[in-house]
């Protein structure tokens, strides 16, 4: 018999009470000996002896191994053990007077310098830069580690005497908050009476833009910044931040060219520096790092993005659940791992919380989020503890605020720091909390409307505070209606002064109206009186209907938004179902959005996985292919009504994986996981028959087809490592020729002809591409052979012209071939990245100029490589498909793509014919002529005119128009249509005769005055006159009465100190408005004798504008810069012109184009931020956005033009795409319904509208 355990306390602590309740589950279940338990268990007696000891913790491993050999629930064993871990770590923490050799979240301090291991060599490189420049930058992204190499590595080289860097009068540490300048004022001036350099380390820079709203300030705190670089200066700045904020850093030209040499990237660590950084401190405070530990840890860390916040974190908790001094891999695993770590203690501190506590940290946390939006990240906020009082009681604040700083989560500074407040301030200990604690994450995402909402709200009731309750700040209209939509009822999120302000507000508001309401009150007693009863019920039975519509236009738009991400074709379709209840601004930019964008509808039949997808030759018949083991055939002759044709076609034993037509389209070849190869015949297709026996030979599965051009030769691609080539002339006595093509290593997924029948090309799971010849079929030799990559090639599509090679890879890129020599193949620009999986088919468009690739991610992906050198992505990607999407092809006409996937369907996406791409270069301008049938559009490599009679049928006209020695920046029509004027970076003015758009004839080309190159051209309304804007910042006033000899008229204009960016005359031809670089708009008089300016500048800016325009009726211009505003001015008195209101803001970066529509109601800007924005100017002095942005563009866009009838907006972009927005509500409708059909099936009805009785939106149609 076995020693008797010695008695437990199961009140002595967490370790003793889990063995307490290990020792009653053995006894539940009949007492085993633990010879009995370990022999089914996988550990020895001892071992699982000792579990139930009460001396220490078992690891999770050998609980779970005791559980088992009980009969116990492993999971809640596991919890189990997961709280009495939590449990013995607090314990140990709250006994252990030694410092933690890990900082976890927070970052390293100066003091820290001495735990602070792995960045020697950077230190050293940013020291050295430092010494070189007087203002210089590290850029890396969020948790990359900038702020502790600054703190931790860069000042304690500035304060080592015997260091390499000079002796600091002083060293000042800042970050810039939500007033960096009022803040830090006195901080940024050189310390006085002392020798040496004042060095200012400014850490998380991308405050400047996610904090401070004043675009006034942070320039200026911005150029305070740069007197660094002042010869006499005795300042030295170095600045953190973040790299997805660098474009935000370009916004400033200065900083922009200080930064070009002085920037360090702090990059991912090698392997050798994270095991520094591994064992270091802990070999500093005399403790062991088991060596399985430190291999588990760089494994897990190697590679990670951001990883180095986890890491710390992860390796702290690993020192809490330490055993003595060593730190092992068993306590790595308890503390959660790499991606665990931080997950489990913030869990495990919610936890611990009441309630009551758990709702106020949710609170607190929310506030020190700013959430971002349109593609900006989340990033942390710095908070007063002040405000941070007002989130709960006092007392309960400071508990759970304390708590959470206790357990590293938040980190608190005693002095104000970056903000204005007093008493200290709050924050994230790091951004890395924000994705890694999938609680925060989902509080995040649930609550994010609110919390724009709420901080724009703080922000204001901040203002409003410091300026002594101006009762001008205080919130009207729609924002305040928005802000008590938000925050019902009082208290709880809100602080005594968002309180205060929104009271005030409300006050301010019941003031305005009270008379209103008065009288509205005298007549609804009145009308009481008369019928109390009727109206009474008429009012119940009103609010509830509008209760109930509300209720279900919510939900319907709420489900389109949910669908958009995944099922554009969906939430177009639901978008128009919500439009017909309530039919309001937002949904209308929905549905113009919608109709640009490429739809599907599903070709639903087959019950397994759809491998290929092929049209035929004519476009009439598409084939599919399915691991159904059929293939089927549609008439796609009208692609809003595609139709089965005949039953299945069956025969194959397995899988069937590939299909291919004959160039006649009398013919189609399937194969597949049988290994055989079967012809059928289609010259009835409604009665397709077999075409002679299978074609066998194939050794494993058969992965492609592809005939040759002229039809004779069959080319097939096989497991088996080969390309066979079969003569198919006699359709039914088909035969092999000659023997298979050897070469690959692996699996051959793909095969095609090149378009003279001379080469064939292999590509496979060996990672290549190899070139056949087969000029003559039966004797066939190599050509040339394309490493591609080590992860294998799943296809291979050459372009029409035979000339450029597109392969598909499962590393997910695309890559581009140059083929012209086929012995001799090159690569063309750089991989097309975008494919989070992947890539499993590519195929060219019809003339070459598109390419889409479908992979393992869902998505399809469309790219411009009119010029192969240098693709571009063409829009978002397409995401209908709900798994991997197996096959890509285009029709014949390039108008629809068929797509086969994973999800046992094939769809078919109407690819809108208002994307115009092919330009071959980012677009600079765009215009129409004044009959609205040509647009022409420019970019780097000329003009392009394109044919819009039907706009939603445009076509490019002639070639392009040349005539240039650089670039063209922009364009004009003169109004009678025939001439266009052209201006850019040669200094030239020129001239084209439209009247045959296909034969365009250059008339002219005069140099501007000084040869500078030319930024603006305008066209006067009497068509005698134009202007061109200099880079000099001149203005060229021109008489082209006669197109062929354009004179200049007088001396240029002169009066702007920066670049002319943007020129435009008045309606009536009488001013010229003018934009520059220098922030200012000048206005000048050109009737009544010479041209002369008129009146002051406008200095509405506080940039460089960018972009301006007449209102139609000369009353009003619109004006816009890298301010990211547009102002409205009121130019009725031109020579005392002032301002409608406020500035239209919403663009998140420069706004660079704007544009009035011909009836002036309606005014649309483009911008840096990708988007195209439609105004409701109507009403000019309180003009609104109308719905959302719209979106498509994948790169800036710098030209927006309304067509002369006002239907149509041209947009134009760096993304080298011109795209066409229909306006009118109705043509959107039928294109939606046209390209997805009747997509609201009874089922997706009930459960994304629900209900409301079934009516889909194009079942009528």
């Known amino acids: 018999m076995g020693r008797r355990e010695a008695p437990l306390d199961p009140n002595a602590g967490p370790v003793e009470r889990f063995a307490f309740e290990l020792r009653k589950l053995r006894q539940e279940a009949g007492g085993p000996t633990y010879r009995q338990m370990a ?25 779970l191994a005791y559980v088992r050999a009980c009969g116990g629930d492993p999971r809640d064993w596991e919890a189990r053990w997961r709280e009495a871990a939590g449990q013995e770590a607090e314990q140990r923490a709250a006994t252990d007077d030694a410092v933690p050799p890990y900082r976890g979240l927070a970052r390293f301090e100066p003091q820290d310098a001495d735990v602070f291991f792995g960045r020697d060599a950077l230190v050293g490189r940013l020291s050295e830069l430092c010494l070189a420049r007087r203002l210089t930058a590290v850029l890396g992204p969020s948790g990359s580690g900038k702020s502790s190499l600054l703190r931790a590595g860069l000042i304690p080289r500035l304060r080592d005497p015997a260091g390499p860097l000079p002796r600091p009068a002083a ?18 001036a050189p310390a006085a009476g002392v020798d040496g350099d004042t060095w200012l380390i400014v850490d998380q820079f991308e405050e400047l ?70 064992t270091g401190p802990a070999t500093a405070a005399g403790l062991i790092v088991e060596r399985p530990l430190t291999a588990r840890v760089l494994d897990d860390v190697e590679g990670e993005p951001g990883g180095l916040p986890l890491m710390s974190h992860a390796l702290l908790e690993t020192w809490r659940h330490r055993r003595n001094r060593s730190l092992t891999q068993a ?96 924050e994230l200990a790091h951004e890395a909390l924000i994705t890694a604690w999938p609680r925060l994450r989902d509080w995040i995402d649930s609550e994010r409307d609110r919390l724009r909402v709420h901080r724009h709200l703080t922000e204001a009731a901040r203002a409003w505070r410091a300026a002594g309750h101006d009762t001008a700040l205080l919130y009207r209209g729609s924002r305040l209606a928005r802000a008590e939509e938000t925050f019902p009822a009082p208290g709880g999120s809100l602080t005594p002064d968002e309180l205060a302000f929104l009271a005030a507000s409300a006050r301010q508001r019941r003031q305005a109206v009270r008379l209103r309401r008065t009288v509205t009150a005298l007549l609804a007693v009145l009308a009481i009186l008369a019928s109390t009863a009727a109206v009474a019920a008429f009012r119940q039975r009103a609010v509830a209907q509008a209760e109930r519509n509300t209720a279900v236009f919510n939900r319907i738009t709420a489900e389109a938004d949910g669908a958009r991400p995944t099922q554009t074709s969906l939430a177009a379709q639901l978008d128009l179902t919500a439009y017909r209840l309530r039919p309001t601004p937002d949904l209308y930019t929905r549905l113009v959005a919608d109709g640009a964008t490429a739809l599907s509808r599903p070709l639903t039949g087959h019950t397994d996985i759809v491998a290929s997808a092929v049209y035929s030759p004519d476009g009439r018949t598409l084939a599919t292919a399915s691991y ?37 389209g009398r013919l189609l070849a399937t194969g597949g996981a049988d290994r055989t190869v079967r012809l ?113 090639v799943y296809q291979a599509a050459l372009s029409p012209d035979g000339h450029t090679l597109a392969t598909a890879g499962n590393d997910a890129l695309v890559r581009l071939w140059d083929i012209t020599d086929p012995r001799r193949p090159k690569a063309l620009g750089s991989p097309l990245t975008g494919h989070t999986a992947a890539v499993w088919s590519v195929a060219f468009s019809p003339d070459g100029a598109t390419l889409a690739s479908a992979g393992y991610d869902d998505t399809l992906r469309l790219w411009d490589v009119a010029d192969p050198r240098y693709p571009v992505p063409l829009g978002e990607p397409l995401t209908d498909h709900s798994d991997g999407v197996w096959s890509v092809r285009f029709a014949p006409d390039g108008r629809t793509l068929a797509s086969a996937g994973y999800d046992h369907t094939a769809r078919l996406w109407n690819l809108p014919a208002t994307v115009l791409p092919g330009h071959g270069g980012a677009l600079s301008a765009t215009a129409w002529s004044p009959d609205g049938r040509l647009l022409v559009t420019v970019d780097n490599n000329g003009v392009r005119a394109w044919d819009t009679t039907r706009p939603d049928r445009p076509r490019a006209l002639g070639d392009r128009l040349t005539g240039s020695a650089g670039p063209l920046r922009a364009l004009a029509f003169l109004p009678a249509g025939r001439v266009l004027a052209g201006a850019g970076d040669d200094g030239t003015l020129r001239l084209w005769d439209l009247a045959d758009p296909r034969r365009p004839r250059l008339l002219a080309r005069p140099a501007t005055p000084g040869r500078e190159p030319v930024g603006a051209v305008a066209s006067g309304p009497d068509g005698r006159t134009l202007a061109t804007g200099d880079e000099d910042g001149t203005i060229t006033l021109w008489d082209v009465t006669d197109p062929h000899h354009p004179l200049r008229r007088g001396d240029p204009l002169t009066g702007h100190r920066g670049k002319i960016t943007a020129v ?67 130019v009725t008195a031109a020579d005392h012109p002032v301002r409608y209101g406020g500035p239209l803001t919403g663009h998140r970066d420069w706004v660079t184009a704007v544009a009035f529509s011909p009836d002036g109601r309606t005014l649309a800007s483009g911008g840096y931020d990708r988007t195209v924005r439609l105004w409701d100017v109507a009403d000019r002095s309180r003009p609104t956005a109308l719905g959302r942005p719209l979106t498509g563009h994948t790169d800036a866009v710098v030209s927006v033009a309304f067509s002369p009838d006002g239907h149509t907006l041209a947009s134009a972009g760096w993304d080298t795409t011109t795209r066409l927005w229909e306006l009118r509500q109705g043509r959107d409708t039928a294109r939606i319904c046209a390209a997805t059909g009747q997509g609201l099936t009874r089922s997706l009805w009930r459960r994304h509208v629900g209900q409301l009785p079934f009516d889909p939106p194009c079942s009528k149609r």
């Open 680 to 792: 059928w015949d289609l010259t009835d297709r409604s009665r397709p028959a077999t075409a002679g026996p299978p074609l066998t030979g194939c050794e494993e599965a058969v992965n492609s087809l592809a005939f040759g051009p002229d039809g004779h030769t069959l080319a097939g691609a096989s497991d088996d490592h080969t390309v066979r080539l079969w003569d198919v002339t006699d359709r039914h006595r088909p035969r092999a020729l000659g023997r298979p093509l050897t070469g690959h290593t692996d699996e051959v997924n793909s095969v095609a002809w090149t378009s003279d029948g001379h080469t064939v090309v292999s590509a496979g799971v060996d990672g290549t591409a190899r070139l056949w010849d087969v000029t003559d079929p039966r004797h066939p030799a190599r050509r040339g052979r394309i490493t591609v990559n080590t992860a294998g």
């Open 628 to 664: 159904d083991r059929t293939v089927r055939l549609w008439d796609v002759r009208d692609t809003t009504r595609p139709a089965p044709l005949g039953r299945p076609l069956t025969g194959h034993t397995d899988a069937v994986t590939a299909a291919a037509f004959s160039p006649d």
């Open 1064 to 1130: 435009a005359f008045s309606p009536d031809g009488r001013t010229l408005a003018s934009a520059s670089e220098d922030d200012t708009v000048r206005l000048w008089r050109l009737a009544d004798g010479p041209p002369r300016p008129l009146g002051k500048p406008l200095t509405g800016h506080t940039n460089w504008v960018t972009a301006l325009a007449f209102s139609p009726d000369g009353r009003a211009l619109a004006t816009a810069g890298v301010d990211r505003a547009i102002v409205l001015w009121n």
């Open 39 to 63: 022999a089914g268990a996988g550990y020895s007696v001892a071992t699982l002896s000792q579990a139930a000891a009460g001396r220490q913790l078992p690891s999770l491993a050998v609980t």
């Open 209 to 278: 833009y996610t904090l401070c709203a004043d675009p006034a300030e942070r320039d200026a705190f911005t150029d305070r910044l740069l007197t660094a670089l002042a010869p006499d200066s005795r300042l030295r700045v170095v600045i953190a931040v973040r790299a997805d904020f660098l474009g935000r850093c370009t916004e400033h030209p200065r900083l922009t060219a200080a930064l070009q040499d002085a920037t360090v990237l702090v990059g991912p660590m090698t392997r050798d520096e994270l095991r520094q950084a591994i």
């Open 331 to 426: 306590a790595y695993e308890e503390a959660g791992g790499l991606h665990g770590a931080i997950a489990r203690t913030a869990e495990e501190v919610y936890a611990d919380l009441t309630p009551a506590q758990a709702d106020l940290a949710r609170r607190v946390l929310l506030r020190l989020v700013a959430p971002g939006g349109d593609g900006a990240p989340d990033t942390r906020r710095p908070v007063d503890r002040t405000e941070l009082d007002g989130a709960g009681p006092a007392g309960e604040t400071r508990f759970v605020v304390e708590r959470l700083v206790r357990a590293r989560l938040l980190t608190a500074q005693g002095d104000t720091g970056g903000t204005e407040g007093g008493g200290g301030t709050v």
């Open 171 to 188: 060293v000042r540490v800042l970050t810039p908050g939500r007033r960096p300048l009022t803040t830090h004022r006195d901080r940024l």
